[in-house]
């Protein structure tokens, strides 16, 4: 059913759809997400005793609270406290599990796919994360213009770490090789791109240089920068190469999944998923409940619970790949199954009596 749904959806809002997919923040920083996932797991298996420490004194501090402090003012200092212990646990893995960059690396890597996607409406496409064999390119950019392997560089303090831009330049040219490979367009070569961001970086480099042949550009200027490129490739081959590359990363993602596991959610994502699971369950409460008092009580509430259910696990089968549609669908149908038994019950009971 699944398959015939997607045959009847039009061939260019496919394209649309998988090209804005690509080009989403979903995939951006995949990498350095990943690593922060693992390095968290890493400290918390080191440092369990730290994480008991802190409980337990938690525990202390809210049982002396529950004791000793006014009762209509416990619940708020004991709110607090807990709080305070998991954003304490959360502060120590930071300074200590070596996250900290890798953060500010995600951040940068969304400031860049931010100033592409503007791009998008100039006729360039978009790849947020291309995995190769031994690294990741952060993006693609296919366009008019040329076709560009982006890294995005992140630093606190610019002034004094210019020694590493060799070292940059370098893993800048392999990665566009490697990606010229996998667009199979030998005649036109993929041009390396390094964007730095962080604190004063246009101060440090006003201008947009080359070293090592390779264009180093601060972050606010990219956009300038794709912009100022020469229309040198012909449309056809610009969604030729895309789907030479769309087709590599049908098959390299879900290996990708195989291995290191799905992408961690950003927090945007998962705020919105939390906005509407919650949407979803107050719509399933409101339809649910607002026919209950029509005759006989409660068994129409019961029949829009069944229907709300039953439709809820349609949606499900069809999206089962969208992570958000299975977490409103289980909202969808845990609340109401739960009123729909809930009012089956109060009905037999008073039917009972």
């Given at each position: 059913m699944a398959k015939t749904i997607e045959n009847v959806i039009p061939a260019g809002l496919r394209d649309r759809a998988r090209k804005a997919h690509l080009a989403?923040?979903?995939?951006?920083?995949?990498?350095?997400?990943?690593?922060?996932?693992?390095?968290?797991?890493?400290?918390?298996?080191?440092?369990?005793?730290?994480?008991?420490?802190?409980?337990?004194l938690t525990g202390f501090a809210v049982a002396a609270v529950h004791v000793f402090v006014w009762k209509p003012v416990a619940p708020y200092v004991i709110g607090a406290l807990l709080a305070s212990a998991a954003w304490q646990i959360y502060t120590m893995m930071l300074e200590t599990g070596g996250v900290a960059s890798r953060r500010s690396g995600i951040v940068a890597e969304q400031w860049t796919a931010d100033e592409l996607r503007q791009l998008r409406c100039?006729?360039?496409?978009?790849?947020?994360?291309?995995?190769?064999?031994?690294?990741?390119?952060?993006?693609?950019?296919?366009?008019?213009?040329?076709?560009?392997?982006?890294?995005?560089?992140?630093?606190?303090?610019?002034?004094?770490?210019?020694?590493?831009?060799?070292?940059?330049?370098?893993?800048?040219?392999?990665?566009?090789?490697?990606?010229?490979?996998?667009?199979?367009?030998?005649?036109?070569?993929?041009?390396?791109?390094?964007?730095?961001?962080?604190?004063?970086?246009?101060?440090?480099?006003?201008?947009?240089?080359?070293?090592d042949g390779v264009t180093f550009c601060p972050g606010p200027q990219l956009h300038q920068l794709v912009g100022s490129l020469p229309d040198k490739v012909e449309a056809g081959q610009v969604n030729k190469a895309f789907t030479f590359l769309d087709n590599y990363l049908r098959t390299r993602d879900p290996g990708e999944v195989h291995v290191s596991g799905e992408i961690p959610r950003t927090a945007g994502q998962v705020s919105d998923d939390l906005l509407a699971v919650g949407a979803a369950c107050m719509a399933s409460i409101v339809a649910v409940l607002s026919p209950v008092s029509l005759p006989p009580v409660g068994a129409w509430s019961i029949a829009v619970a069944a229907a709300g259910l039953i439709a809820a696990i349609f949606?499900?089968?069809?999206?089962?790949?969208?992570?958000?549609?299975?977490?409103?669908?289980?909202?969808?149908i845990t609340t109401s199954s739960g009123l729909g038994v809930l009012l089956a019950v109060t009905m037999a009971i008073k039917a009972i009596k």
């Amino acid at each position: 059913m699944a398959k015939t749904i997607e045959n009847v959806i039009p061939a260019g809002l496919r394209d649309r759809a998988r090209k804005a997919h690509l080009a989403s923040d979903h995939r951006t920083g995949a990498s350095s997400r990943r690593e922060v996932r693992a390095r968290h797991r890493r400290w918390l298996r080191r440092q369990w005793h730290v994480t008991a420490v802190v409980a337990a004194l938690t525990g202390f501090a809210v049982a002396a609270v529950h004791v000793f402090v006014w009762k209509p003012v416990a619940p708020y200092v004991i709110g607090a406290l807990l709080a305070s212990a998991a954003w304490q646990i959360y502060t120590m893995m930071l300074e200590t599990g070596g996250v900290a960059s890798r953060r500010s690396g995600i951040v940068a890597e969304q400031w860049t796919a931010d100033e592409l996607r503007q791009l998008r409406c100039d006729d360039w496409i978009v790849v947020n994360h291309v995995m190769l064999e031994w690294r990741d390119v952060d993006h693609v950019l296919l366009g008019p213009g040329g076709f560009l392997a982006i890294e995005t560089k992140f630093r606190s303090d610019w002034g004094s770490n210019k020694q590493d831009f060799g070292a940059w330049a370098k893993t800048a040219r392999e990665g566009a090789h490697d990606v010229g490979v996998r667009l199979q367009q030998w005649k036109t070569d993929v041009q390396p791109i390094v964007v730095m961001w962080g604190p004063e970086v246009s101060t440090c480099f006003p201008d947009i240089f080359e070293h090592d042949g390779v264009t180093f550009c601060p972050g606010p200027q990219l956009h300038q920068l794709v912009g100022s490129l020469p229309d040198k490739v012909e449309a056809g081959q610009v969604n030729k190469a895309f789907t030479f590359l769309d087709n590599y990363l049908r098959t390299r993602d879900p290996g990708e999944v195989h291995v290191s596991g799905e992408i961690p959610r950003t927090a945007g994502q998962v705020s919105d998923d939390l906005l509407a699971v919650g949407a979803a369950c107050m719509a399933s409460i409101v339809a649910v409940l607002s026919p209950v008092s029509l005759p006989p009580v409660g068994a129409w509430s019961i029949a829009v619970a069944a229907a709300g259910l039953i439709a809820a696990i349609f949606v499900r089968r069809q999206w089962r790949h969208s992570p958000r549609m299975q977490r409103v669908t289980t909202a969808i149908i845990t609340t109401s199954s739960g009123l729909g038994v809930l009012l089956a019950v109060t009905m037999a009971i008073k039917a009972i009596k």
